[in-house]
């Protein structure tokens, strides 16, 4: 993908905190025509056993051993290295050549989540020197199709303090014309769940990413509640409405 053709003058980054306040990395790219970009890099609660490297301080009296300065520094050294006097716009060159930077394959010596943070705000800063928004650059054609959401409605594993393993039951409005609809027919069905927590005496408080998170047996009980919460706003289960997981199996699974 190819945004723009002005160069990366400088690189830098700073460690900030995420939503859960747990420290996360902030790249900064500028251009040599002035151009800048800011990429923040989020960080999941669970850890799948085949992703990329997310590179921590592991210094337990700061932050719990969560720190990423090591991560900054990587960032402003040698993965800046990499990159200056490339073309910000050429999103594959910029990509292979942080890779490269690295060598490891999970980019575990340089930090997954400090490449990460160098290409995202490299194609943003792309995007500002073309006078785009990030969205039009990579979607350049007339016709702009935004894909069905999946809304998380009811978390459990490590995303809540609740007796549920599996992490996130999400649902998805296929029914829907646009984006807007979409939206409504997940809030609304968000809205119905509430209601029958509320009406069978679960507790409706929430988990790290906005769904609900009571104790329930199984995750069989779950999908019972989103069914009927999915026919309470007034649409079909498996027609109108479907459910998506994310099991986050690496984080229960026993060999």
């Known amino acids: 993908m190819r945004l723009s053709s002005s160069k990366i003058r400088r690189v830098t980054a700073l460690e900030i905190l995420d939503s859960r306040g747990n420290p996360t990395l902030r790249a900064g790219v500028e251009l040599e025509d002035g151009s800048t970009g800011w990429a923040n890099v989020p960080s999941g609660a669970s850890t799948g056993a085949h992703e990329a490297h997310e590179l921590r301080d592991n210094e337990p009296a700061r932050y ?27 999103c594959r060159q910029v990509d292979s050549a942080l890779r490269e930077a690295d060598g490891s394959k999970n980019k575990s010596r340089l930090g997954a989540n400090a490449l990460l943070a160098v290409s995202l705000a490299a194609a943003r800063a792309a995007a500002a020197s073309a006078g785009q928004p990030l969205w039009r650059c990579l979607c350049p054609e007339e016709r702009k199709i935004l894909p069905v959401p999946m809304m998380n409605i009811l978390n459990g594993g490590k995303h809540a303090a609740n007796t549920v393993d599996f992490q996130e039951f999400m649902i998805m409005p296929t029914c829907a ?12 069905t968000y809205h119905n769940l509430k209601k029958i927590l509320q009406d069978r005496g679960l507790s409706t408080g929430v988990g790290d990413e906005g769904g609900f ?23 079909t289960p498996g027609e109108d409405v ?9 984080e229960l699974y026993n060999e």
């Open 64 to 90: 719990g051993g969560k720190g990423v300065r090591q991560a900054v520094e990587n960032v402003r050294g040698p993965l800046a290295a990499a990159v200056k006097g490339l073309e910000a716009g050429d």
């Open 242 to 250: 479907w459910i998506a997981m994310d099991v986050a199996s690496s």
């Open 213 to 235: 998170a009571p104790d329930l047996p199984d995750a069989e009980s779950v999908l019972g509640l989103l069914v009927d919460a999915i026919k309470a706003s007034g649409y």
């Open 177 to 188: 014309g646009c984006f807007s609809d979409a939206l409504r027919i997940c809030a609304e």
